[in-house]
């Protein structure tokens, strides 16, 4: 239904996407693309604002019962100069250019679709170009945006990830810890024998990597220490380790069983010699009380629209995304992604150029169905 259309727009699309894929964007650090967004929209009379967390936000229509498309704009990669963009054998090549700027271009050429055609909303819609998603960005982004929003939103789809991956319906909740050990330390000759900070802490991790995790049929609960750093020289005894440690579940209850296996080997660790300390620096929610109901006439409408326009069925899985928030308010939220794809938060990232057509033709009949008048 919309091939013709988006062949026509095609190349321009395309330019779209390389143009954002150069911009850098940190989690916590996305004014570059928030400010290229924004002047891009009101260049071509779509309205759009900002909130306090860097989200940029097109709403069509007031009132209660809308839905939310999003893409972040955040990558894993600190950079602040230009990223590098190569488009080669029908292939483009660029930190990031999946996920999720090939999302972000998307829902853009769905507004310009829908500001062309002169389309009004049957119901509300919140378009939304939001921040932190990635890493330690800690979702600030659909935070905001739900605690500003939660009364009138009820359903929410985040296009991330590749499309080849399938639907994200299950919520993996986590929770991650900066951890401190400190001791006296001293000199490795003169004051050999006094704990040493770095001994400790892989003691503890140790510990960590003996625990029992929670199992059940249908779950899965994952840890990782994955960052450990300290001391000051070679001949020095460590007098400070820290630790960067994560546990993941898709079940709450195993979530919490997790924080109390972490909280009770911390303070076996914690000694007079070695004082151990936890910060939590990241918390992700599972999903929690959605409306089955409600839900499957959501999956199974974001199922139709790709299972249209690809010919294969859609598989569910579980993943950490935007769609936590949501879902842990009991809103139903689903992600997927419009390109096919691989390499996510490596330098080599890709995608299929091809592919951004399938992505548009899902986006648009997902979107407008229904949606738009």
């Given amino acids: ?56 936000i097109v709403p069509m229509g ?8 999003s893409a972040h704009t955040d990558v894993v990669f600190p950079d602040e100069t230009p990223l590098p963009v190569r488009e080669e054998n029908g292939f483009l090549y660029a930190p990031g250019v999946g996920d999720d700027t090939a999302n972000v271009a998307a829902i853009v050429t769905i507004l ?77 000759y003169s004051a050999f024998g006094k704990p040493n900070a770095i001994h400790r802490m892989a003691r503890f991790v140790d510990a960590l990597y003996s625990q029992e995790v929670p199992a059940k049929e249908g779950s899965r609960t994952t840890y990782n220490a994955g960052l450990i750093s300290g001391g000051t020289s070679i001949n020095t005894i460590a007098p400070e380790a820290e630790l960067y440690y994560e546990y993941r579940s898709d079940d ?35 999903g929690a009380n959605v409306d089955e109901k409600a ?3 959501l999956k199974a409408r974001c199922a139709s629209a790709i299972g249209h326009a690809t010919g294969e069925p859609v598989m569910g899985f579980s993943a950490s995304t935007d769609a936590n928030i949501p879902l842990s308010l009991g809103i139903p939220a689903v992600t997927f992604g419009l390109y096919s794809g691989g390499g996510a938060h490596t330098r080599e990232e890709w995608l299929e150029t091809a592919s951004l057509k399938t992505g548009l033709e899902i986006g648009l009949s997902l979107v407008l169905n229904g949606h738009f008048v």
């Fill in 252 to 286: 709450h209850r195993h979530l919490a069983l997790m924080r109390e296996s972490f909280m009770r080997l911390l303070s076996d660790a914690d000694t007079p010699e070695a004082a151990f300390t936890a910060e939590l620096i990241g918390e992700r929610p599972c």
């Fill in 112 to 188: 310009r679709y829908i500001r062309e055609h002169g389309l009004k909303p049957k119901r509300p819609v919140l378009f939304v170009f939001n921040s932190c998603e990635e890493g330690l960005g800690n979702l600030k982004g659909t935070r905001q945006l739900l605690k500003d929003n939660a009364d009138r939103i009820s359903e929410f789809v985040s296009f991330d990830c590749s499309l080849d991956e399938g639907m994200v319906t299950r919520a993996v909740g986590s929770e991650r810890w900066r951890v401190t050990a400190k001791t006296e330390g001293g000199h490795s």
């Fill in 62 to 69: 007031e009132g209660p019962n809308a839905c939310v498309y």
């Fill in 295 to 297: 839900f499957d006439r």
């Fill in 1 to 56: 239904m919309y091939k013709d259309w988006i062949d026509e727009h095609f190349e321009e699309h395309l330019n779209l996407l390389k143009t954002l894929a150069a911009i850098p964007a940190p989690s916590h650090n996305e004014d570059k693309r928030v400010r290229f967004l924004t002047e891009l929209l009101a260049s071509e009379g779509i309205y759009a604002y900002t909130d306090e967390a860097k989200n940029v």
